[in-house]
């Protein structure tokens, strides 16, 4: 119970990264602010969370909108009185394309969503975390770790949020609120699933031969699963790593080493 007593926000809750970071923050212990724009989605998490005995509060609400966004934090100081943890995990994919080549109208709003709305949300969760000698978790991207074709986009943003954590931890840092990331690479969940399913049908094979093909490349031979990267996300928000601040915690398996 790692997150007793604690309140953890989390953005971008959907079915899979995001309901596992709320959830796995309940089974430590945590009550959940749940923040994302599908209202009946957070509703399910939220009953998820409830079920495990703890708190939830579904804050419907577009991460990329000031007032939004505002109103989601007080709503969560009022139901509560506090924030612990921010957990920044709201994604939108850039579009994959190469850097010479990509739209940067499109660019520019996946940036709007992975790297200024984190960074809207943590200078208004700041204050609070101030309070509680508080924490900030990013979730990154194994993207940092190479440089493939198409990729250029992705990897952009993924590295300027990289930035953000780094440069928020030495701002934010004297008034005791830590800033980390969690860099997962293949997460094993109904959206890789399906990508699986759809190479597999392209080369006529079963699934599960691109799956142990794809996981022969990490040192563990296998895909790490939503709670996997979740739970280190936990840890980052917990005391346990209270004097953790400005690192990336790399969770792939070992399919890269940093």
């Known amino acids: 119970m790692i997150l007793s007593g604690k309140v953890v926000l989390v953005s971008g809750v959907g079915p899979g990264l995001g309901r596992a970071i709320a959830v796995q923050s309940a089974h430590a212990g945590a009550d959940v602010v749940l923040l994302a724009r599908d209202k009946q989605r957070l509703e399910a998490v939220a009953e998820q969370v409830r079920a495990l005995g703890r708190r939830a509060l579904v804050a419907a609400a577009d991460i990329t909108d000031d007032d939004a966004c505002t109103g989601a934090v007080q709503s969560a100081v009022d139901e509560f009185g506090r924030i612990d943890a921010l957990v920044n995990n709201a994604f939108s994919m850039p579009p994959m394309a190469d850097l010479c080549d990509v739209d940067v ?13 984190a960074l809207r949300l943590t200078r208004l969760c700041a204050p609070r975390l101030a309070e509680r000698s508080g924490a900030v978790v990013m979730i990154n991207s194994a993207v940092l770790r ?27 840092g004297p008034s ?16 890789l699933r399906a990508y699986f399913a759809h190479l597999a049908g392209e080369r006529g094979v079963d699934p599960q031969q ?8 990490t040192d563990l031979r296998r895909l790490p699963e939503p709670e996997e990267i979740a739970d280190a996300a936990v840890f980052l928000a917990s005391p346990l ?11 792939n398996a070992g399919e890269f080493h940093h």
């Open 176 to 191: 005791g609120v830590r800033v980390n990331s969690v860099a997962p690479g293949y997460i094993w969940a109904d959206l």
């Open 241 to 251: 790593a209270r004097a953790i601040t400005g690192q990336c915690l790399d969770v």
């Open 146 to 172: 190479h440089a493939r074709s198409l990729y250029g986009p992705y990897k952009m943003a993924k590295s300027a949020l990289l930035s953000v954590s780094q440069s928020l931890a030495s701002e934010l």
């Open 210 to 217: 691109i799956y142990d093909e794809t996981a022969a490349a």
């Open 105 to 117: 109208s499109a660019l520019g709003r996946a940036l709007d969503v992975n790297v200024i709305a």
